[in-house]
Structure formats: structure tokens, C-alpha cells
């Protein structure tokens, strides 16, 4: 059985860093694709960055230049680095592990998400 647990959501004001971990269990991490998606409150659930197995990481345009994604393989975890939040990024962030790659990405488990709020 696969289980991911995100942390590392809180709040913070526009401007701020946050970064969000996810610990993953179950299955043979290293085989799988990892991915990164945010809800945000009235919208539909957004990819925000995809890692390859061999780690090789792709972010939305939309956090392009802010957000960065990595994962170690070791320790099952994958990362999320985000920098200069916007009140726009508000919102439940998501990890996911499954399968393809950024543009058609299939998940396959999802973690129970963390919240981030970017308010002044």
C-alpha cells in the first residue's frame, strides 16, 4: 500500500519561502515519476512540477523561475522549493506518485495535501 505524507505547509506573506516535503512508502520509489499539484479554493487542481525517476524536474510556467522541485531517492522524499510566493499560490498542495511524464502524467497515489497560505 502506498502512502504519501506532505508537510511543510503554513502561511506566510507575499515575498516568502516555503518548502514542502513528501515522504513516500510502499512501493519501490525510485521507478515511479513524482509530481507536485495545488488546488485552489473554487479552481480545479493544477500541475505545478513533475520529476522524472532519474530526477530530472519540470515546473509550471505559471512558478517558473520560483518554484523549484527535486527529490532524493534515499530517503523516498521529494521536495518543493518555493520562493517569492504570490497571494495567488494559496492554496492545498498535493503530492502524487505515478507514472509519464510532465505533459501527460497519469497519478496514480496522492497524499492528503498541506495547506499554504501567502497573505499580507
Known amino acids: 500500500q502506498v502512502q504519501l505524507v506532505e508537510s511543510g505547509g503554513g502561511f506566510v506573506e507575499p515575498g516568502g519561502s516555503l518548502t514542502l516535503s513528501c515522504l513516500a512508502s510502499?512501493?519501490?520509489?525510485?521507478?515511479?515519476?513524482m509530481a507536485w499539484y495545488r488546488q485552489a479554493p473554487g479552481k480545479e487542481r493544477e500541475l505545478v512540477a513533475h520529476?522524472?525517476?532519474?530526477?530530472?524536474?519540470t515546473v509550471a510556467d505559471s512558478v517558473k523561475g520560483r518554484f523549484t522541485a527535486s527529490r532524493d531517492n534515499d530517503k523516498n522524499t521529494v521536495y518543493l522549493q518555493m520562493n517569492n510566493l504570490k497571494p495567488d499560490d494559496t492554496g492545498v498542495y498535493y503530492c502524487?506518485?505515478?507514472?509519464?511524464?510532465?505533459?501527460?502524467?497519469?497519478?496514480?497515489?496522492w497524499g492528503q495535501g498541506t495547506q499554504v497560505t501567502v497573505s499580507s
Open positions: 520529476l522524472h525517476q532519474f530526477g530530472t524536474a
Open positions: 510502499g512501493k519501490i520509489f525510485e521507478i515511479y515519476a
Open positions: 502524487s506518485q505515478g507514472v509519464n511524464g510532465f505533459t501527460n502524467y497519469r497519478a496514480e497515489y
